[in-house]
């Protein structure tokens, strides 16, 4: 998408690669106190201040995370961020800092990398955290996006996958499947496009699900929301590869079951609307589709009023004593087995275990 | 190399992405104290116990970094670890924790993550660093490996690249120019060998100068050896790109220039012996060949007595107050301006700068 559009695209050779990696973080100050040195020595340094240091690494790789046909380079350096500060969040920490690594071949001139930071730089505004290292590189084929993220949290706050009990609430935060339905709307487009590149691609009506899954955000703001109604999570994990999934991830740390009431899943009346155009069941993709980023939390049954009434908040299960969780159907209230059928990157296609 | 040889490889998808993960992650232990989470959470958490974080991250990609034609992938798990530790040990701190990061097209079987892991296993037994964190994903083509390496220090340890004066001595551990002679010798028996794949490689003689490049070390001892001698480093780097680069970072983030002394540039016999066999300068591969993973520090000069006759160091030049640096020629004294030649990852051929 990017060969020979515009005449004076510069090749990555005529800076090098320190002359990139310069010219891509001389944009970025910093703007957290615990951050002492950044980017332009071997390593970092940060200081934790008396607290626990978080950090997690996620990978997204062209023609296996994106596809380049429809995700501009600047959602993509945003998304990248925000799926890792998103881990951070589901340890009920703050993200304080990030590194990037892009590997990319040589069809990708300077002018892309500067997408993918002005993309990451944005992110970073929003979170407050401070890039403080990373590495530019070719590689043989394709774009391939590393960030590794730290956040700190107090010893107490730090919430694990394994911590629920029988009886807790299962609760999540903001609605589900939207992410995926974007995901349909811009394949579905793309197809007609490569049909027909004269062809407009319709975008209008589904804002929000092509939000969703285009510039998603990362829940940081639901520790502070947590820490105001005194609320204090029993386990916690953030929703990147599809409901299903990550309620399985959590009962299997926990040594418990769930049960998950179908119709107290949050949709958002778009997330319906474009479902139902596409024949498909929004529960479905809330269950399978992954990619919200929203987090799913467990507390104790004690705060439950405490969190009742709260708009980001719903209620959708409870853990149970029983090693298998189950969705409970609909009106008929049969018990369904939860598969995790979410996305895997490896399989490209929905994995089966 | 690695299609079709076995006929029992076992295909990625058949364990899927998180089995994928479990397999290789389950070898490892948790060795330091300050780890109180590791793999299979959102995160890591690590207790920093008062300390500063160090962090930085370092990509090899197939094709720019290495040639699976003659680097075992045993060994390029080991490597990949050790260039992070390198980067931790130069900021004059301790390695406690790695995060993994493994993006390979479909080619590679799990037996090939298992030859990775194994090297990387290793290089944590061999360090005391503990896995903490990392994904697989398939990518377009090729294996790129991302490594994070995080370490800790007391404030007052830590050293910049920042902090050389004039009249500084310049000092550089072990000997250099190893691994770019390694190097030769594989690139030309494999260049052999795929003219005619009957011919066995000849690899006596040379077994120095190939573990300098397939396998080289992290010098993480010598803050120990300094801390014993009572030395304080004024300023640090390790030696990835070759000594004139390393001097030149020195010198600008130092803003000093240094005087290189040629004739004290320490050179293995058998780094010389192979260079003179390839009618190359062993200089040349100490300067700009790089990849040696030695450490390059200023000392105050008070403290030359202190290390003047230590075998792992050698006092090789000093700061100026002149803004460039030099290498002094042995026997002439002339003076030759240093520049940084050292091998661009991004440019694949040295870079003028």
Redesign the interface.
């Known amino acids: 998408m990017l060969e020979d559009k515009k005449p004076q695209l510069t090749p990555?050779?005529a800076l090098?690669?320190?002359?990139?990696i310069k010219h891509l973080t001389e944009q970025f100050g910093l703007a957290n106190e615990t951050t002492?040195?950044g980017v332009?020595?071997?390593?970092?340094?940060?200081?934790?201040a008396?607290k626990?240091?978080?950090?997690?690494?996620?990978?997204l790789?062209?023609?296996?995370?994106f596809n380049l046909g429809y995700v501009p380079l600047k959602h993509l350096g945003y998304k990248a961020v925000i799926v890792n500060l998103s881990?951070?969040a589901?340890?009920n920490?703050t993200p304080t800092?990030i590194?990037v690594?892009v590997?990319a071949s040589n069809r990708f001139p300077v002018e892309a990398f500067e997408e993918i930071y002005a993309g990451i730089a944005l992110a970073c505004r929003r979170y407050n955290v401070d890039l403080?290292?990373?590495?530019?590189?070719?590689?043989?084929?394709?774009l391939?996006l590393?960030i590794?993220?730290?956040?700190l949290a107090d010893?107490a706050d730090?919430t694990?996958?394994?911590g629920a009990k029988p009886n807790d609430l299962l609760v999540v935060s903001g609605d589900l499947g939207g992410a995926y339905m974007g995901l349909q709307i811009l394949e579905r487009e793309h197809a007609v496009y490569l049909a027909n590149p004269q062809m407009q691609p319709v975008m209008e009506g589904y804002d929000y699900v092509l939000e969703r899954q285009l510039k998603p955000e990362a829940r940081t703001d639901i520790k502070k929301l947590l820490t105001e109604l005194e609320v204090q999570p029993t386990s916690?994990?953030?929703i990147s590869d599809g409901l299903a999934s990550e309620i399985l991830h959590l009962a299997d740390?926990s040594k418990v079951g769930f049960h998950l009431y179908e119709e107290k899943i949050p949709l958002d009346p778009q997330t319906i609307a474009t479902a139902d155009e596409l024949n498909f069941n929004p529960v479905t993709a809330a269950l399978n589709g992954g990619e919200d980023y929203e987090l799913l939390f467990t507390i104790t049954p004690s705060d439950y009023e405490k969190i009742r009434n709260h708009p980001d908040f719903t209620v959708i299960g409870h853990a149970t004593e029983s090693p298998i969780s189950y969705m409970v159907a609909r009106g008929s209230n049969e018990l369904i087995k939860l598969n995790?059928q979410g996305w895997?990157?490896?399989?490209?296609k929905p994995?089966e275990?």
Chains 1, 2 share one sequence.
């Open positions: 990555v050779s090098g690669e320190f002359g990139l002492e040195v332009g020595d071997d390593g970092a340094v940060i200081n934790p008396g626990r240091i978080i950090i997690s690494t996620d990978t790789a062209e023609g296996v995370h881990d951070i589901a340890m920490a800092q590194l690594s590997a403080v290292g990373g590495d530019t590189t070719s590689s043989q084929a394709g391939v590393n590794t993220a730290i956040g010893e730090i694990k996958r394994s916690m994990i953030d740390q995790a895997d990157a490896l399989l490209n994995e275990e």
